[in-house]
């Protein structure tokens, strides 16, 4: 039974950080591709940061240089780093997995996955940033 569970989520100002947790069970995890989508009201869900099995990470323009994505196969674990946060950040940030490689074009690591890639989700965390 896969599961994916977020922690973290909160309330902060604008210029504040915050950490979400996702933990992992279910699964062989160091297989999977893992990242964090979000959404908000209005506006389309985004890919905001994956990380591959190789450790490397992959970021979405909007969270690059403020956000780190880190992940620890021996305790199944994933952690979103969040700093500099403007209201824009906010929304409801989720876990995901699918178990196979993560896809970005080589030359500029830019994510080439959708939501639809990863069938694996957790409940979401809130964040809100004011």
């Known amino acids: 039974h896969v599961q994916l569970v977020e922690s973290g989520g909160g309330s902060v100002q604008a210029g504040g950080s915050l950490r979400l947790s996702c933990a992992i069970s279910?699964?062989?995890?160091?297989?999977?591709?893992m990242g964090w989508f979000r959404e908000a009201p209005g506006k389309e869900r985004e890919g905001v940061a994956h990380?591959?099995?190789?450790?490397?990470?992959i970021y979405a323009d909007s969270v690059k240089g403020r956000f780190t994505v880190s992940r620890n196969n021996a305790e199944n674990t994933m952690d979103l780093q969040m700093s500099t946060l403007s209201p824009e950040d906010s929304g409801l940030y989720y876990c995901?997995?699918?178990?196979?490689?993560?896809?970005?074009?080589?030359?500029?690591?830019?994510?080439?996955?959708?939501?639809?890639?990863?069938?694996?989700w957790g409940q979401g965390t809130q964040v809100t940033v004011s």
């Open positions: 995901v997995a699918m178990n196979r490689r993560c896809r970005f074009v080589p030359t500029t690591r830019i994510s080439t996955m959708s939501s639809g890639d990863f069938p694996y």
């Open positions: 279910g699964f062989t995890f160091s297989n999977f591709c």
């Open positions: 990380i591959d099995m190789d450790d490397r990470p």
